[in-house]
């Protein structure tokens, strides 16, 4: 005859008494190995935070290296990156604004910010709030003279939102370069953003014309204002096309880096 349990034993021996795959067993297991996961999720999450954000930063600053055009595989892209200058801007005046260090001020956390951005009535990048500070970035030639700018864009396409950076000359009308580091965009079609031969097309194209009407366009045909002026829209992706389009005249215009770009014109930067 098997041994009876005392019928006044506590909870923790009626647990164990309970057979294995009883309902009460059967969720405990389950509820405490997904403590478990969830313990050792966690604290992978912040034993690699740094390391994320290390990743972050290197990413940042490969994508300025690149639309710069002194990315090099095999480079120490730290060393690369010290010879770029970055400065807060103040998109409003196109001054350097001092007060904010450039090495942790967010931009992305500024247009978030309603005390360091501003809603756009006039929205044709799609963005909703535009920061009034934004991170850029000077490259000096080795005998200090201005030989690059690269300016922060972003913008809505298709999809998502475009994050990336174009690079001008120093005469700050001329492009060097364009490139989006961050989007959503349809695989094949609005993706071939990233596409080299694309990119290339944006190489030594004019801003505005003489009278310094801004007249960059990308579309499938040639505007007026001549070829220098066109990049050809992406093959089968239109809203896309436009959605660059938009964010490149929006960010080059009055409401983006038009009283920086004056100054930069004027020799004042």
């Not at 604290?43 to 710069?68: C, F, G, M, S, T």
């Not at 959503?184 to 609005?190: D, V």
């Not at 960059?216 to 050809?232: F, N, Q, S």
Request: negative net charge; aromatic residues 8%.
């Amino acid at each position: 005859m098997s041994e009876q349990l005392p019928e006044n034993k506590g909870p923790v021996a009626r647990f164990l008494a309970l057979p294995p795959d009883s309902v009460p067993k059967t969720i405990f297991v389950a509820v405490s190995l997904c403590l478990l996961a969830s313990m050792v999720v966690s604290a992978a999450a912040v034993a690699l935070r740094p390391l994320q954000a290390e990743n972050r930063l290197r990413d940042k600053q490969v994508n300025i290296l690149q639309v710069a055009g002194v990315y090099q595989d095999g480079i120490n892209v730290a060393d690369a990156f010290a010879s770029f200058e970055p400065h807060v801007l103040e998109l409003a005046s196109g001054d350097f604004a001092d007060q904010y260090d450039p090495q942790t001020f967010d931009d992305r956390a500024a247009a978030d910010n309603p005390e360091l951005s501003h809603v756009l009535a006039d929205d044709p990048a799609g963005i909703g709030r535009q920061a009034d500070y934004v991170t850029v970035y000077l490259l000096r030639d080795d005998a200090g003279a201005l030989d690059k700018v690269i300016l922060p864009l972003h913008g809505y396409g298709l999809w998502s939102t475009l994050y990336g950076y174009i690079a001008l000359e120093e005469d700050g009308n001329t492009i060097y370069g364009l490139q989006f580091y961050e989007h959503a965009e349809t695989p094949g079609l609005g993706a071939e953003v990233d596409n080299p031969r694309w990119k290339g097309l944006w190489h030594e194209k004019k801003l505005a014309d003489e009278n310094g009407d801004l007249q960059i366009t990308v579309a499938k045909t040639v505007p007026a204002a001549g070829p220098e002026y066109h990049v050809d829209a992406l093959s089968g992706a239109t809203l896309t096309s436009r959605g660059v389009d938009s964010l490149v005249r929006f960010w080059m215009g009055e409401e983006g880096y038009a009283p920086f770009l004056e100054k930069l014109k004027a020799g004042d930067i």
